[in-house]
């Protein structure tokens, strides 16, 4: 038998005190209110009180951090994927606000649609879901917890709902340590429920777009 239930996880907040977009770049770690948002998303999924069978993060620091508290919750050691990194952008180390009202930048903003400022949605779409694939089929039992970012949760959470993948990034349902479950199994996914088990209040949240 595969899993029963899929939990995407987004990371906490992150140090940014510079309130740059930071993408993949390295060292971005969670700050200490970051922490606290990763702990209370692992007590709420251990609240649920279903066993969890399979733990995945994203291979960066802010992704492994978040997932330390799961792997202490529920003694499971977490298996890092690259295919549910953050996307690539083209405004990695730039404040946004500034970025856009360059005009040498504008060359990114043609196609929001793609998005012409980094990878293609329809990738990280695939990416994603064969990641969720792979956990989901290798997992005997219980759930599968996978620790990832913001656009990578979203546009999966788009694509199995059927809605198209353009968007507002701004009007994304996705705070920080929000917890989006599926069930159903690869060709099947469903959404069954979205969280926000974390005191997020006076967060800074800037970096993806």
Not at 13 to 38: C, D, I, K, Q, T
Request: charged share 20%.
């Amino acid at each position: 038998m595969p899993a029963d239930r899929l939990h995407l996880v987004r990371h906490g907040e992150v140090h940014n005190p510079a309130r740059v977009l930071y993408g993949r770049l390295p060292g971005y770690r969670l700050s200490v209110a970051g922490r606290h948002m990763a702990r209370q998303a692992a007590d709420f999924v251990h609240g649920l009180e279903r066993p969890i069978g399979a733990l995945v993060c994203s291979p960066l620091q802010r992704t492994r951090e978040s997932a330390e508290p799961f792997e202490e919750l529920f003694g499971i050691e977490p298996l890092v994927d690259e295919r549910v990194i953050e996307p690539t952008n083209a405004f990695e180390g730039k404040r946004m606000k500034r970025a856009v009202l360059n005009p040498l930048n504008w060359r990114y903003l043609v196609r929001p649609s793609v998005p012409s400022w980094g990878e293609p949605y329809t990738q990280v779409v695939a990416r994603m879901q064969a990641a969720m694939a792979d956990a989901w089929n290798r997992t005997a039992s219980g759930d599968v917890v996978i620790v990832s970012h913001q656009l990578p949760i979203w546009i999966t959470h788009l694509a199995i709902a059927g809605e198209p993948l353009k968007h507002n990034p701004a009007k994304r349902r996705c705070t920080l340590s929000s917890v989006t479950s599926f069930e159903g199994g690869p060709g099947s996914w469903a959404e069954v429920a979205y969280a926000e088990p974390a005191v997020t209040a006076g967060a800074v949240d800037v970096g993806a777009v």
